[in-house]
């Protein structure tokens, strides 16, 4: 499996809305926790390291 880099999600505005919503009156440290929390439910559900390493290498690029 390769990480898709193109468009695909459904609903890229809904997505963002909800994820702003997520956030809307937290700390910068609550802020910080929900995305780390974020990261790791994502990465379980992607579950292969290789697709996972090469997202943090795009992420970071």
């Given amino acids: 499996m390769a990480l898709i880099t193109t468009p ?3 609903a890229p505005d809904e997505f963002y809305e909800a994820l702003i ?3 809307q009156d937290l700390s910068l440290a609550q802020s910080q926790a929900l995305n780390a929390r974020l ?3 994502l990465s379980n559900h992607i579950g292969s390291v290789d697709v996972l390493r090469e997202a943090l290498h795009e992420a970071r690029g």
Avoid: K, Q, R
Wanted: glycine letters at 0%.
């Fill in 8 to 10: 695909n999600l459904s």
């Fill in 39 to 41: 990261v790791l439910l």
């Fill in 21 to 23: 919503e997520a956030h």
